[in-house]
């Protein structure tokens, strides 16, 4: 029983998963996240690097691709609720057999994979227009850090989905979170230039983790701290979804329960 019950779960995801795609195709807000944004700043970058480019070309690419990812997780993997909110559709969804949790989980991980694109993207125009040889110093141990990374953004937007539904009052916060944490998550600069007040706010960032982790694999360096970085990804990652099952308990119940959440 438990195993049928998982396969519909797995297929409600994939459906899920295959509407964000196609809708996602058509709405020019998030692909300027995913595809041109992070070539503005891949390209700003550069230029304020100038001759030093070529010594951080692979440092820039992974950097302006984490800002495709994060500015995705914020809008779309945050709004993955509050988007049913603004079309009408929020109660049906709620009325479902299907938890919730297995809706947005397909959406979210839609939307991580196709931010993906701002990482190829700068690859393509850093080594293509602007002539620079790029390589991977570790490319396994990347590859392996890119699944964290996916794993750590899908669960961080199962979080932040039903916490911006239930507190309208974060939610106005959000365009205010998209560039400090392009600072904190040390995207295109190493936190330590940063005041040393802030470095445990970084520590206890998921994308700053991510960051490192294919920082390091791509431009080489320690593996210790790419397996380090793992661990706390992971960390995070299980309790994003403790907490976030207990928030997506309160949607349901003032959805089902109050019937106010459509009214905020």
């Known amino acids: 029983m438990k195993l049928d019950l998982l396969k519909k779960y797995v297929r409600v995801a994939a459906?899920?998963?295959?509407i964000t795609v196609k809708s996602t195709?058509?709405?020019?807000?998030i692909l300027f996240g995913i595809l041109f944004q992070p070539l503005?700043?891949?390209m700003l970058a550069l230029w304020m690097l100038q001759d030093r480019g070529g010594e951080y070309a692979i440092f820039v690419v992974v950097?302006?691709?984490?800002?495709?990812l994060w500015s995705t997780l914020l809008f779309a993997c945050g709004n993955s609720i509050?988007?049913?909110?603004?079309?009408?559709t929020l109660e049906m969804i709620i009325g479902v057999p299907t938890p919730l949790q297995v809706i947005v989980f397909g959406r979210n991980l839609a939307n991580v994979l196709q931010s993906l694109l701002s990482m190829v993207g700068s690859y393509a125009l850093i080594s293509?227009?602007?002539g620079?040889?790029?390589t991977i110093a570790q490319p396994l141990l990347f590859l392996v850090s890119l699944i964290?990374?996916?794993?750590s953004f899908v669960c961080f937007g199962l979080l932040l989905a039903p916490l911006f539904v239930l507190n309208p009052d974060v939610q106005r916060w959000q365009n205010g979170l998209e560039f400090p944490i392009y600072i904190l998550g040390g995207f295109l600069f190493p936190i330590a230039l940063l005041p040393g007040w802030t470095t445990p706010l970084s520590y206890l960032l998921a994308p700053y983790w991510a960051a490192r982790a294919l920082h390091v694999a791509s431009s080489g360096g320690d593996i210790n701290e790419v397996f380090l970085s793992w661990g706390v990804m992971l960390a995070f990652s299980a309790i994003y979804i403790l907490v976030s099952g207990r928030m997506f308990r309160l949607v349901i119940h003032r959805a089902r329960v109050d019937a106010t959440l459509g009214m905020q």
Do not use: K, P, Q
């Not at 195709?25 to 807000?29: A, I, K, S």
């Not at 964290?148 to 794993?151: E, P, S």
């Open 15 to 18: 459906l899920s998963f295959e």
């Open 25 to 29: 195709l058509v709405d020019g807000f």
């Open 40 to 42: 503005i700043i891949a």
């Open 63 to 68: 950097g302006s691709g984490m800002t495709g």
């Open 82 to 88: 509050t988007l049913e909110r603004w079309i009408g």
């Open 128 to 130: 293509i227009f602007f």
């Open 132 to 134: 620079y040889h790029l």
């Open 148 to 151: 964290f990374t996916v794993i």
